[in-house]
């Protein structure tokens, strides 16, 4: 007969290898463990602090032709006949925006290849 590495032990001790104490320790559990927050310093709220709520509206920014215009101190009937303004989109017609109306009164064309639609 081949001896056990593990002791003997009777059945109804607490120290038999097949029984394992529910509660080793009076004052430690697993639930309690759980449920004590592991440190009170970094104890943050949890979740989407926004949830719910509407998406704010993204800033309105200028586009480079309007900040030009600003610049130049031109009101909208003052386009046309502004010949800074004309040499300034003719030099940037295929980097910036544009409007069309003006393209269309200067006669200055945009190449396909810049704009995207080709």
Same mark, same amino acid.
């Given at each position: 007969?081949?001896?056990?590495?593990?002791? @003997? @032990?009777?059945?109804?001790?607490?120290?038999?290898?097949?029984?394992?104490?529910? @509660? =080793? @320790?009076?004052?430690?559990?697993?639930?309690?463990?759980?449920?004590?927050?592991?440190?009170?310093?970094?104890?943050?709220?949890?979740?989407?602090p926004n949830w719910g709520r509407p998406i704010p509206r993204a800033p309105i920014l200028a586009t480079e032709f309007e900040l030009r215009v600003k610049q130049l101190q031109l009101t909208a009937e003052m386009y046309t006949s502004s010949r800074e303004l004309r040499t300034w989109c003719d030099r940037n017609r295929n980097r910036v925006y544009i409007p069309e109306w003006l393209l269309e009164k200067w006669d200055i064309t945009v190449d396909a290849?810049? =704009?995207g639609t080709a």
């Open positions: 007969m081949q001896k056990s590495a593990l002791p @003997h @032990h009777a059945p109804g001790s607490t120290n038999h290898p097949a029984m394992i104490p529910l @509660h =080793s @320790h009076p004052t430690r559990s697993m639930i309690r463990l759980m449920a004590i927050p592991a440190l009170p310093g970094l104890n943050r709220k949890r979740g989407n290849i810049f =704009s």
